[in-house]
């Protein structure tokens, strides 16, 4: 029974994370976010290709995805130990659901939102000071990849100092480590200085690079 509840709870993550959001809310808008800018079904090239509005829609589904993933396993008749691995593992699969998305062919998304979602659930205050940070980096560099890759490294300090070095630290390591690794083409850009800047769209249309 214990395995077959881990199974679903995977198996849930997964497709959870699966549903492309950033696809369908770019097909709505008459766009293939597959043909444009990144290529990239995530929120910011939704942002970037589509608008404001569609970007920031696409990026509060996705941490949706991560926060139903990995909190529906609270509602199980289950251990408050077992809620713990079961949350863990739908916040994994979610992750790996969004990167690797069973609708879309498997068309790959970095998975910040999605694990954002998971640490709203699993480790609320982490996942404030997270945002705080995200928030700094990016207006004070006007990178996402740079606010992502900061945003996703805080997760593991903010555990150490709140919970020590349990489980959810060793998570948040593994999830940050992960993130960084999703992110090594934006690094290698940003070390050459061709790393694309979100800039406002008044600043784009005045000459600004984009």
């Known amino acids: 029974m214990n395995a077959v509840i881990y199974l679903v709870a995977a198996a849930a993550g997964y497709l959870l994370g699966s549903l492309p959001f950033g696809y369908l809310v770019a097909r709505w808008n008459g766009v293939n976010i597959f043909e444009v800018g990144s290529r990239n079904p995530g929120a910011t090239n939704v ?6 509005r569609a970007g920031n829609l696409v990026f509060a589904l996705d941490c949706l995805k991560g926060i139903v993933a990995t909190s529906w396993v609270r509602l199980l008749p289950v251990s408050s130990d077992a809620v713990v691995w079961l949350g863990l593992l739908g916040f994994a699969s979610a992750m790996c ?11 790959e998304g970095k998975g910040v939102a999605t694990m954002f979602g998971g640490t709203v659930a699993l480790m ?10 995200w928030v700094l980096f990016f207006y004070s560099t006007r990178y996402v990849s740079v606010a992502s890759i900061c945003l996703a490294l805080s997760l593991p300090v ?6 020590g070095t349990g489980v959810l630290f060793w998570f948040a390591l593994l999830v940050a480590a992960f993130v960084v690794f999703r992110h090594r083409e934006n690094i290698i850009r940003l070390f050459n200085g061709t790393e694309s800047r979100f800039l ?4 784009v249309e005045s000459g600004g690079s984009h």
């Open 47 to 52: 942002k970037r290709c589509v608008g404001k």
């Open 97 to 107: 659901g969004h990167i690797f998305p069973l609708f879309t062919g498997f068309r």
């Open 124 to 133: 609320p205050v982490g996942a404030i000071i997270g945002a705080a940070v």
């Open 158 to 163: 903010s555990v150490f100092f709140l919970h």
């Open 200 to 203: 406002k769209k008044k600043a």
